[in-house]
């Protein structure tokens, strides 16, 4: 979650007091996202709507066709309430870091634990030994199966390309990365790929959608361009900055694009997925 938001919160108050403008509020309409044909897995199309809230009271009244939403803390009831409104579902999950938050920490081996990612109570996992960590994914996503999702976000998915603690190579992370991918598609859930844009070109067929945090500060939203080629979503938040400034680049790219704050609660502004904004 918010891979680079947290080096980005030690010059960002500086640059945003520049270069922040407001942007008009426009209304943003009540879109909705067709179910799959049958049995079919559920594909978002580029530009779809959607609201991405990990923290807080989750609220169902957004007018988006899909919400990201935290898979332990959301219940089986709100999913089943917004469903019952025509909107798509998305159940986050960390898959290569640990929390020690959640109500399945203890059944994490200590071996498989490395080095802290940034954020508290948080260390990437060792990918390598699936064999171990493939029953625990196994049934957080039954979990979210059974929670009634349409999908799962699963986060931290570029241990290989951080300080891990682990001597990770990109050749353990696609594999892994796939792992993951079969274990949502076993059981009918739709997976996103999240941030992990070096490997796209090798991950693109195995992900219905993408999620990204800051393809347009850093001057990368284009790469994202074989998901849309292939008609599938792209959900990209930017947490600096203005509209004005990005929103642009988004609609030129075809993103379906947020502006959030970092703790990723319900605030949001929408970059409407085409015009000026």
Same mark, same amino acid.
């Not at 559920?42 to 990201?68: E, F, I, M």
């Not at 931290?156 to 792992?179: E, I, V």
């Not at 947490?239 to 993103?255: D, F, I």
């Given at each position: 979650?918010?891979?680079?938001?947290?080096?980005?919160?030690?010059?960002?108050?500086?640059?945003?007091?520049?270069?922040? =403008?407001?942007?008009?509020?426009?209304? &943003?309409?009540?879109?909705?996202?067709?179910?799959?044909?049958?049995?079919?897995?559920?594909?978002?199309?580029?530009?779809?709507?959607?609201?991405?809230?990990? !923290?807080? =009271?989750?609220? =169902?009244?957004?007018?988006?066709?899909? +919400?990201?939403?935290?898979?332990?803390? !959301? !219940?089986?009831?709100?999913?089943?309430?917004?469903?019952?409104?025509?909107?798509? =579902?998305?159940? $986050?999950?960390?898959?290569?870091?640990?929390?020690?938050?959640?109500?399945?920490?203890?059944?994490?081996?200590? &071996?498989?634990?490395?080095?802290?990612? #940034?954020?508290?109570?948080?260390?990437?996992?060792?990918?390598?030994?699936?064999?171990?960590? &493939?029953?625990?994914?196994?049934?957080? %996503?039954?979990?979210?199966?059974?929670?009634?999702?349409?999908?799962?976000?699963?986060?931290?998915?570029?241990? +290989?390309?951080?300080?891990?603690? %682990?001597?990770?190579?990109?050749?353990?992370?696609?594999?892994?990365?796939?792992?993951?991918?079969?274990?949502?598609?076993?059981? #009918?859930?739709?997976? #996103?790929?999240?941030?992990?844009?070096?490997?796209?070109?090798?991950?693109?067929?195995?992900?219905? %959608?993408?999620?990204?945090?800051?393809?347009?500060? $850093?001057?990368?939203?284009?790469?994202?361009?074989?998901?849309?080629?292939?008609?599938?979503?792209?959900?990209?938040?930017?947490?600096?900055?203005?509209?004005?400034?990005?929103?642009?680049?988004?609609?030129?790219?075809?993103?379906?694009?947020?502006?959030?704050?970092?703790?990723?609660?319900?605030?949001?502004?929408?970059?409407?997925?085409? #015009?000026?904004?």
């Amino acid at each position: 979650m918010r891979r680079r938001a947290l080096a980005w919160l030690l010059v960002g108050p500086l640059l945003f007091l520049a270069s922040c =403008t407001s942007a008009p509020e426009l209304p &943003e309409p009540d879109d909705l996202s067709p179910d799959p044909a049958p049995g079919q897995r559920w594909q978002p199309a580029p530009r779809v709507s959607w609201q991405w809230q990990l !923290t807080g =009271t989750l609220d =169902t009244s957004v007018k988006a066709a899909v +919400y990201d939403v935290d898979g332990f803390n !959301t !219940t089986k009831e709100q999913v089943a309430a917004l469903k019952k409104t025509g909107r798509k =579902t998305i159940c $986050y999950l960390s898959t290569g870091a640990w929390e020690d938050f959640r109500p399945d920490a203890a059944a994490f081996p200590k &071996e498989l634990l490395g080095e802290g990612n #940034g954020w508290e109570g948080e260390r990437w996992l060792d990918i390598r030994r699936s064999a171990e960590l &493939e029953p625990l994914m196994a049934k957080r %996503f039954d979990m979210c199966k059974a929670k009634g999702f349409d999908a799962i976000e699963p986060d931290n998915m570029d241990g +290989y390309a951080n300080s891990s603690g %682990f001597p990770l190579t990109a050749a353990d992370q696609l594999a892994y990365n796939r792992l993951i991918a079969r274990l949502a598609h076993d059981r #009918g859930l739709s997976v #996103g790929l999240k941030n992990d844009l070096d490997q796209i070109p090798e991950l693109v067929r195995d992900f219905e %959608f993408a999620v990204n945090e800051q393809c347009a500060q $850093y001057d990368e939203c284009e790469r994202y361009r074989p998901f849309v080629a292939a008609g599938k979503a792209v959900f990209h938040v930017e947490y600096e900055g203005s509209l004005r400034e990005w929103c642009p680049v988004s609609q030129r790219e075809g993103l379906s694009s947020l502006q959030k704050k970092t703790d990723l609660g319900s605030w949001r502004r929408w970059c409407p997925p085409r #015009g000026e904004p």
